[in-house]
């Protein structure tokens, strides 16, 4: 089963709204990360939390971890059409010792961004 | 997608065949890895390699193979053993000290 979910599945906002991500996850991990991927690419790494810091900021970016529900958002701001891509959550379950092959990925959330 | 080269773009396999996918980097990166990527899916781990030659399963490796006998290449080979091969297949990379993970552009396998 998959240890990260996000939700929603698909969101379609207009430029210049902000956008928001969510990811929920089942076991304790060591840190948690979002990755975008446009439709098919490889993946590109946004941004690493880890599991004791609350939020994060990278550029229009911001990242929150909440350890005791067990979820993370990704808030894009300020949207652009070149955002438009699939949005995915990995985590790094507490235990591998840190080690990415327990790198687990969810579904991902595809975000449209309306010119 | 910068410093890893996966090719062929797309690659098609037909009954019974072997292919090999190719990924090659020049990140310097100890550890590779072979994800599996299904249409609306997330990735699914196949292999991944913490140093040269040596490689371990990952949740799916059963009709893959690999080796790692250079530090900048991890070749994946999918048999025929592989009876549903057709996805889109991602490489990458990550340094020891660097927990972030580098994709190349993904090979899309199809089977004729």
């Known amino acids: 089963s998959q240890q990260g979910e996000e939700d929603p599945q698909a969101l379609s906002i207009q430029e210049g709204e902000n956008a928001t991500m969510n990811c929920s996850y089942k076991?304790?991990?060591?840190?948690l990360q979002w990755y975008r991927q446009n439709s098919g690419r490889g993946l590109v790494h946004l941004i690493l939390?880890?599991?004791?810091?609350r939020e994060k900021h990278s550029g229009r970016l911001r990242v929150t971890l909440d350890t005791s529900k067990k979820s993370s958002s990704l808030l894009i701001t300020a949207s652009r059409a070149a955002d438009t891509a699939s949005y995915f959550c990995?985590?790094?379950?507490?235990?591998?010792?840190?080690?990415?092959?327990?790198?687990?990925f969810g579904k991902g959330t595809l975000l449209t961004v309306n010119p | 997608d910068g410093g890893i080269t996966q090719s062929p773009k797309y690659l098609f396999r037909k009954e019974g065949q072997n292919v090999t996918l190719s990924c090659e980097q020049n990140?310097?990166?100890?550890?590779m890895y072979w994800y599996r990527q299904d249409p609306g899916q997330g990735l699914r781990l196949i292999y991944y390699?913490?140093?040269?030659?040596?490689?371990q399963k990952g949740d799916i490796a059963e009709g893959y193979s690999v080796s790692r006998e250079k530090k900048e290449s991890f070749p994946l080979t999918v048999t025929s053993a592989q009876k549903n091969p057709t996805a889109f297949y991602l490489c990458?990379?990550?340094?020891?000290?660097?927990?972030?993970?580098?994709f190349g552009s993904g090979t899309q396998l199809s089977v004729l």
């Open positions: 990995a985590t790094d379950k507490k235990g591998s010792g840190g080690s990415n092959y327990k790198l687990t």
């Open positions: 076991t304790s991990i060591n840190n």
């Open positions: 939390i880890r599991s004791n810091e």
């Open positions: 990140l310097n990166h100890d550890a």
């Open positions: 390699s913490q140093i040269v030659n040596d490689f």
């Open positions: 990458a990379s990550a340094g020891t000290a660097n927990e972030k993970l580098f």
